[in-house]
């Protein structure tokens, strides 16, 4: 697999994991007050998500097609530095900033709903910073 196809593949699951978290975020918003509010971020995460996964394609597609020799191997290993790069600023800083500030978020509040938000918002950094680890480490080789 190339980069480009890893671009790819990264955007595609990020959608496809996104629309089942929508999907599961409404029925949650179904059930009770905690419940609604780890639904309520589940939803609005998984939209932020979309539209990233959206850009991130379409970013992809536009460097493909501006590189006059996109399979040339300093020019797929430039592409998977950029991306390790982003990857790692996501798993070792923003990630982590969700997850603890989720946590302190809904550690000093007193209603279930916003205790809900607060843990929607550790749920979500957890699954961000899993994902953003797993792509990390197996961004392809570069290769033809």
């Not at 999907?23 to 509010?37: A, S, Y």
């Not at 938000?117 to 979500?124: N, S």
Request: hydrophobic share 50%.
């Amino acid at each position: 697999m190339t980069i480009w196809q890893f671009n790819y593949a990264i955007s595609k699951r990020l959608r496809i994991l996104n629309i089942i978290n929508l999907l599961v975020g409404l029925l949650m918003t179904l059930v009770g007050p905690f419940w609604r509010g780890v639904g309520s971020q589940a939803v609005g995460w998984s939209i932020i998500n979309i539209g990233i996964a959206r850009f991130g394609r379409a970013q992809t597609a536009r460097r493909f097609a501006q590189v006059e020799e996109p399979y040339r191997s300093d020019v797929m290993g430039k592409e998977a530095r950029n991306l390790r790069r982003l990857l790692l600023v996501n798993v070792l800083i923003f990630n982590p900033l969700y997850i603890i500030g989720g946590w302190r978020y809904a550690s000093r509040r007193d209603s279930l709903f916003q205790q809900g938000i607060g843990w929607g918002i550790v749920l979500q950094g957890v699954f961000l910073f899993c994902f953003d680890l797993f792509h990390v480490l197996n961004i392809p080789r570069t290769k033809r």
